[in-house]
């Protein structure tokens, strides 16, 4: 069974600019959360989604969206990027709303170099 | 509120001894605690989950933990380090919070490194 994939790898962008990232769950998995992982602030979770529905929210600004399609994929977008927002952002799938009893599965990330 | 501290950014082992990386957390309500291993540029891989069954939880790979609630602990361990250890471990509690959302909190990371 395919993992989690994440497109693209690696991304360089300027300040200012957009980007978005895809991210395809695994078959069968409805719910996809998406991470931030920096070495100064660590990894941070920035939303997931189930059934096309934000479910949960982290502590970011606006400037951080996302959707989920109908087939469960997802996708991230950051408008007017900064440097801080440079990092490798995660994203993992999980049969229903991750926690104790639905195990979430990682995808290998998105590497975001903002210049 | 809740929180994760490893105790060590860094820890590093002689292949065959034993591995213990350090984590203590906060939360109002009763937590689930995992512990999670992310290989150089890898995604992070379940290693083991303790979700209020036995405190003693065993993973893959040979590691296990212990949740001890009186020390707010979930310390990881493993009896002989493999050379094939060596990445990043990521302590991580989860408990839903007053407003009925779930929370999901990690801590900062703990590097190993395992020596020939």
């Known amino acids: 069974k395919a993992g989690v994939t994440q497109t693209p790898r690696y991304l360089i962008k300027t300040r200012g600019q957009q980007v978005t990232l895809s991210c395809s769950p695994i078959?069968?998995?409805?719910?996809v959360s998406w991470y931030q992982q920096t070495p100064g602030q660590g990894l941070q979770f920035l939303f997931e989604?189930?059934?096309?529905?934000?479910?949960n929210k982290g502590n970011f600004p606006g400037r951080f969206s996302g959707r989920q399609f109908s087939n469960s994929r997802s996708e991230m977008n950051v408008s007017t990027l900064e440097l801080g927002d440079s990092a490798l952002y995660l994203c993992?799938?999980?049969?229903?709303?991750?926690?104790?009893?639905?195990?979430?599965?990682f995808g290998p990330g998105t590497r975001l170099t903002v210049l | 509120a809740q929180s994760v501290t490893q105790l060590d950014s860094h820890v590093s082992v002689s292949e065959g001894t034993p591995v213990l990386l350090r984590c203590n957390y906060s939360?109002?309500?009763?937590?689930?605690l995992f512990w999670y291993v992310q290989h150089p540029n890898k995604g992070l891989q379940l290693l083991l989950k303790?979700?209020?069954?036995?405190?003693l939880v065993k993973g893959i790979n040979g590691f296990e933990a212990e949740f001890k609630k009186s020390e707010t602990s979930f310390h990881l361990t493993k009896p002989s380090a493999h050379m094939s250890d060596a990445a990043e471990y990521f302590c991580?509690?989860?408990?839903?919070?007053?407003?009925?959302?779930?929370?999901?909190?990690f801590g900062s990371g703990t590097r190993l490194q395992v020596q020939p």
């Open positions: 078959s069968g998995h409805r719910s």
């Open positions: 939360s109002s309500y009763s937590p689930s």
């Open positions: 989604y189930f059934s096309e529905t934000q479910r």
């Open positions: 993992a799938s999980s049969r229903g709303l991750a926690g104790p009893n639905n195990e979430q599965f």
């Open positions: 991580v509690v989860s408990s839903y919070m007053d407003t009925g959302r779930r929370a999901l909190t």
């Open positions: 303790y979700t209020s069954a036995a405190t």
